[in-house]
């Protein structure tokens, strides 16, 4: 309930930030329009007087800081490298597409950016879009002359297809307004057709005119957003998210949003449940900073700037970046460990994105063995959903030996109970007196009060690395169990999808059989397992029937895999008590024959007669 309210009002104020962002974005992309539209009609000389009147009355600056460059296009300036550029102003709209087999590209020459990454899925055919747009386009690796705040260069470039995947855009801009000092930016995107990792060069070159980049404190800003793909319905932090981490001094870090990092990284990231964003810059002066500003269609962003600090007293400088977008498994990020990749990487420690932190990290080895275990049994039988079932199989007879025994603990200890409450009774008054003559009661018995819960305590670390396996093993994306009703394990089922509805205060928005299985086989559970002193325990009857209730309503929208992982365990947890009970019963019963057959056996005690009192 307190979630959705703080959803609410979230929504209420992205919906006033929003409506601003928007009215603003419609107004500057109008003016862009209109000056393109002017510059392809009037001659030259026109063109460029117009450019130069535009940047006199646009406000470039503030009392308490440097100006803040908007651009212009204009006369070429020879680079140092005495390479030419065509005096054509007129520049047209152009996107290019870099087609591999992992992923297709497409880039535009509207500031030379990236609108689509699109990853193939090689066993369901079907494409991912690692650039997640809103309402409006993507825009991701876009230059701004300056920090984070500064809007990004809109202009369109020139484009020099250097090779299928080499592209390389340009395009000059006036230093200062009103000067005819101009710099080229230059944009150079690298791909590799095996790599999900590509290089991306940034190039300001002054010429002989232009010494030296500072915009507001900052040479550029470059950029990856608004937002990782694929889409989502809602990032909880546990079923879906976006975490945002650094890895530095040999350790990956999370870090905060707005937090400016200027201390030395190796890489900074953005990743989600199955796909990941890595940001590697070769120059070390650059900084970074994650925001989350809204964006229409989209909440919330994650974005990844790379700030370039200010340079002075440089005609040109050159800056490099490799990027990774692709799956997040260690399959893909280990080759950057061991130099087995095109750019020759060695020691980047991408895989740390796929390593598990806290709890999930002291148990990843566990979580791999259950995964190297699961991908047998899928080699077996090509069913997700099989393989999940015969791996809880696998982990139940395993366990066997330890369930039996916790359960020969539980019914010893009813036997004892009542000895217990007299000894508590007794030394009520005295805690030190009572745990000594506990003590010695256990001692005699040969009973250890912990063997009941050791089964349980030593089967919890499996449910913990089988509960994140589930939720996050990339493979279960796109995998199929029973067609037509669970097509998906890594998201939830339905039966019935509310269009355009949601249940008031749950937001439930489809009608799902898993929860309602779940409980059905979590209360039959209870119900056998019941030991028999705890039917008339209000407390207990209480726990039964109101726990499973509550997981009702946790797990009402999580994966398929984790419910099917979980209703097959409790429905083999109780096959597997009914045998245990079964067996007792046996046991006991044998007992209490060979006990009776031991009375039978007993000869009875002879009966000596008195002696005779001698007579006097």
Known sequence: MEKKTILAVVLSSIVLIVSFMIQNYYVMRNQQRALIEREMQESSHVQAAETERVLENTPLSTPETEPSFQTALSA?????????????????????????????????????????????????????????????????????????????????????????????????????????????????????????????????????????????????????????????????????????????????????????????????????????????????????VFTNKEEPGITPTSRLNLIRPAVNNMFKIVDTYQFYLGP????????????????????????????????????????????????????????????????????????????????????????????????????????????????????????NPMSGCLPMLLQLPIFIAMYNLFNNHFDLRGAGFIPGWIPDLSIPEFIVEFKNFKVPIVGWTALRALPFIYVGSQLVYSKVTQMPGQQSNAQMKMMMYILPIVFFFILYDVPSGLLIYWIFSNLLTLVQQLIINRYILIKKAAEAEANANSAQNTPPPKIVPPKKKKKK
């Open 328 to 447: 997040k498994t260690l399959e893909a990020l280990s080759k950057y460990n061991n130099g087995d990749n095109s750019f020759n990487i060695r020691e980047a420690n991408f895989s740390e994105i796929a390593s598990s932190k806290g709890i999930w990290g002291i148990l990843s080895p566990l979580e791999r063995l259950l995964k190297w275990l699961l991908m047998i049994f899928y080699t077996l039988v090509p069913n997700y959903g099989i393989a999940i079932i015969l791996l809880v199989l696998l982990i139940k007879i395993l366990f066997f030996p330890l369930t039996k025994k916790g359960s020969e603990a539980t019914l010893r200890m009813q036997a004892l109970t009542p000895k217990i409450k007299e000894i508590q009774e007794k030394y009520k008054s005295d805690p030190q007196k009572l745990r000594m003559e506990m003590g010695k009661f256990y001692q005699q018995e040969g009973y």
């Open 76 to 288: 070429p300036v020879q680079p140092s490298s005495g390479a030419g550029m065509q005096t054509d102003d007129t520049v047209l709209p152009e996107t290019i597409t870099v087609e591999t087999d992992l992923y297709t590209a497409v880039l535009t020459n509207a500031g030379g950016d990236m609108v689509s990454f699109n990853w193939k899925d090689p066993r369901h055919g079907t494409d991912v879009d690692l650039i997640l747009s809103g309402d409006n386009p993507a825009r991701a690796f876009a230059i701004a002359f300056g920090d984070h705040n500064a809007v990004p260069v809109s202009d369109y470039f020139h484009v020099n297809r250097i090779s299928e995947y080499e592209i390389e855009f340009y395009r000059d801009f006036l230093a200062q307004p009103g000067s005819n000092e101009r710099f080229r930016l230059i944009k150079r995107y690298d791909f590799v057709p095996t790599e999900y990792l590509f290089r991306l060069t940034v190039t300001l070159d002054g010429g002989f005119s232009v010494q030296g980049f500072n915009f507001a404190g900052n040479a550029y800003t470059l950029s990856f957003g608004p937002q990782i793909g694929p889409r989502f319905v809602k990032l909880d932090n546990i079923y879906d998210y976006r975490h945002l981490s650094i890895f530095t001094n040999g350790k990956r870090k999370d870090v905060k949003v707005n937090e400016i990092i200027d201390r030395p990284v190796s890489w900074a990231s953005i990743s989600g449940k199955y796909f990941a964003f890595i940001a590697r810059p070769l120059a070390p002066e650059s900084k970074f």
